[in-house]
């Protein structure tokens, strides 16, 4: 079988492998579509090598068939579609022994600390795996993973209908939340700077505000009657984005923090005293944010076909890594494994 490695300085290598049995407690995918996103991109630029080194197959956006069932797997079929929750909890350190095996001491990434979807045939421990409706699009389906951190981070957030969100940054990740957040009732305003993600959340019906163009500030109080944001995400990963979380909340506002800052951001403290904000943290995914991420994409809630810029075949990952890198025309490149 074909397996593609990342082998350190933007390169990758396309190979001949071994197709190896699943283990025990295991299933075999035989992959379909494998999505590429910025933690991907952070790898491809070198910045995780001291944690993947220079011989990993990447991938954890994707989806795919069952190929065969290892010893003791149960509920599943062979050609069954899925997906994958692509994390690996140690099992007995205090966050999952309080039942949040997702934020585990110890947690290993599928498709970061072992190999990946990036292969015809990538084998997954059972528990990881969640079936699909037949009426899904695989293409669509590999949304799945990022609709389910989106989908956590309204969850996490406690957005409830009626209230005002603003979603600092209106790249993939952005934009999905503002779709689970409009689906939760929720009145929506995007912050985006990016002439082309403005024009693609424009055309998905959400209003915007390009903070180089207007005060984000004043346009959120105009729309809430001076009351101010009541929760607000921040998935930009900037300076800007985290001074204007804390200016714009709304008394006992929510700031959900969805974005991996590069380094230690400044936060107004003075702002979280004075109107009594929340500040949440919102890491990856539960269970029930992929099942929740699987019924978007099935009922159309999420626009899947509209995230999708680009598929490439496997043996054109470097190029499909090369092509997406700053590229600001992109929302999700998908990679065709098979199907």
């Known amino acids: 079988m074909k397996a593609v490695f990342y082998t350190g300085d933007k390169s990758f290598e396309l190979r001949e492998i071994a197709r190896p049995d699943p283990a025990a407690g295991e299933v075999e995918i035989a992959v379909a579509y494998n999505g590429i996103c910025g933690t991907d991109l952070h790898a491809y630029h070198g910045a995780m090598d001291a944690r993947i080194g220079h011989n990993r197959v990447l991938g954890h956006e994707m989806s795919g068939r069952v190929a065969r069932l290892g010893a003791g797997v149960t509920g599943l079929a062979v050609g069954q579609p899925v997906v994958i929750r692509p994390l690996k909890p140690c099992g007995d350190c205090p966050a999952c022994n309080a039942g949040l095996s997702h934020i585990c001491h110890k947690l290993k990434f599928l498709g970061l600390d072992t190999d990946g979807a990036l292969q ?19 293409d669509h389906a590999a949304l799945a993973e990022p609709v389910a951190v989106a989908a956590h981070d309204v969850r996490r957030s406690r957005l409830a209908a009626g209230e005002f969100a603003l979603v600092i940054g209106g790249g993939p990740i952005g934009l999905l939340i503002a779709m689970v957040a409009r689906h939760a009732g929720a009145r929506v305003l995007i912050s985006e700077v990016n002439p082309l993600r403005i024009g693609i959340a424009q055309e998905m019906g959400f209003d915007v505000v390009n903070p180089r163009e207007a005060n984000v500030i004043d346009t959120v109080n105009a729309a809430t009657g001076q009351k101010g944001a009541d929760v607000v995400f921040e998935v930009s990963g900037t300076v800007a984005g985290v001074e204007l979380m804390t200016d714009v909340a709304a008394s006992r506002g929510r700031i959900c923090m969805v974005a991996i800052h590069t380094t230690r951001p400044q936060v107004d403290l003075f702002r979280f005293f004075w109107r009594e904000l929340e500040l949440i943290g919102a890491r990856v995914y539960e269970a029930e944010d992929f099942d929740t991420a699987i019924d978007l994409i099935a009922t159309g809630v999420v626009d899947a076909g509209r995230m999708i810029t680009d598929v490439q075949d496997l043996s054109q990952v470097g190029a499909a890594f090369a092509a997406l890198d700053g590229n600001a025309k992109a929302m999700k490149s998908l990679i065709r494994i098979s199907g």
């Open 120 to 138: 015809d045939y990538w084998s997954v421990p059972a528990y990881a795996v969640h079936p699909l409706p037949e009426t899904v699009p695989l």
